[in-house]
């Protein structure tokens, strides 16, 4: 009961306090409020435009979408303007020097983000609270987070920069009654949060006075604010450029495998096939344009068509190598190129398809006849076996000599397409990415 006393005492206390000091919070309020039309331009003299500066900082960059191109980006934005109804005396109201207000009981300019994606819509803008000074000098602060349209360039991706321009301004007021000041030659990067894929280069701030189609002879303030963003390739190159180029050099060194391992084309084909799948898991990350061919596009592409050719050209070599039919003599001309040395004096006087004929006959009938009456013709016979053996081991040795003319030429076309291919590569991929890194 003792405490209860006390408290009431207390309170009692206070609110006699409260009167003695006078005016309260509120009371500033009530005045300042009371008739107060939040509709018109705060100015006495309707001629004067009103003043409002803007301050944007750049807190965080949260994402750029490709897909839709769309920048999103957390902003704090910063408002001064003069509204000469909300002044008072503060000697006369209790040394009350500032108060708070809802934005929504005051005039505001309502800059709008000209170029920021429908969806967001036009009213998300925060309902903080405003600090009103004596003077009349209304600082309205509030953080905003934007989805802005960013026109993407994607030629040198991933080492691209792109720029996103923020646009502020008014939508109805034009300059002569609303008049936008900037507060410093650039955006505030103060507060700016690191972001993880991009690389902050600049915050720049251009003030521009535009005329539109739709109301000749009348300027428009507008503050465009642009945000410079360098990608931060490292990750691209890690997990698509590096195994991209990783295996092309894999597919060039197919041709150094020996094709009697069979594993050329294997290699070939599986190398092609991961490859077009690095492909398109890299154009998720780009915006479905066909304006340009982006840089790192254009080196998967040529690396698939060199893993192809290589593929194709391994079929012609192993074509050649396991030539076994209709073998005739390497062209003089391949000869030539491949320094393949004279023909072998073995293939040069083929034996003559029809020259045994006759002896195969002799053996058939030979074998019929009585032994004496053979007697004069046993070393002819003999002869003959043995012509026949030498013709048939001359013909044996043709063919494989042939046979391994053919795989000679195969092996140095493999080289020298080892060779050729490498320096395919080599400039390509110091050509497409050399520039960059
Ligand atoms: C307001 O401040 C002035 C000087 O600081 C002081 O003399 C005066 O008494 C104060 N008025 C009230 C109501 O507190
Ligand atoms: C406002 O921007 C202009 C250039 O756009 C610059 O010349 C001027 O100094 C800026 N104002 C302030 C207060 O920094």
Known sequence: MATMTVFAFVLLYLCYFQNVTGVTEREVVD?????????????????QAVVTSLDVFLIQIVKLVPQRQVLIV?????????????????????????????????????????????????????????????????????????????????VNFPFDVQRCPLKFGSWTYDASSLKLLNVSVRGNMDEFIENGEWTLM?????????????????????????????????????????????????????????PDSGERLLLCFTLLLSLTWLLQVVTHHLPDTATSIPLISAFFIATILLAGTSAALTIFTLSLHFKTFDLQPVPKWLRYIFCLGPLHPNIVNAP????????????????????????????????NVLQHLKDEHQSMSRYGRLEKEWKILAGKIDRCLLVAFFIVLVVLTGGIFGPHV
């Open 74 to 154: 957390n902003l704090w934005l910063l408002q001064r303007w003069k509204d000469d109804f909300l002044s008072w005396n503060p000697a006369e109201h209790g040394n009350i020097s500032s108060i708070r207000l809802g934005i929504n009981k005051i005039w505001r300019a309502r800059l709008v983000h000209y170029n920021r994606q429908h969806e967001e819509g036009w009213s998300k803008t925060p309902d903080t609270n405003a600090i009103v000074r004596s003077n009349g000098e209304v600082l309205w602060a509030y953080p905003i987070t934007i989805h802005s349209t960013c026109v993407l360039d994607i």
């Open 352 to 383: 003559k398809a029809n020259d045994h004929e006759d002896m195969d006959a002799s053996f058939v009938t030979d074998d019929a006849m009585p032994m004496e009456a053979l007697q004069p013709s046993r070393t002819l016979r003999a002869r």
């Open 31 to 47: 005045m300042l409020l009371t008739g107060y039309q939040k509709e018109g331009r705060p100015v006495q003299d309707p001629t």
């Open 202 to 258: 600049s915050f720049d701030l251009e003030v521009n006075h535009v005329e539109y189609s739709c109301c000749p002879g009348v300027l428009w303030d507008d503050m465009t604010y642009t945000i410079t963003i360098k990608r931060r390739s490292k990750f691209y190159v890690l997990y698509f450029v590096s195994p991209s180029v990783l295996m092309a050099f894999m597919a060039v060194c197919g041709f150094w495998l020996p």
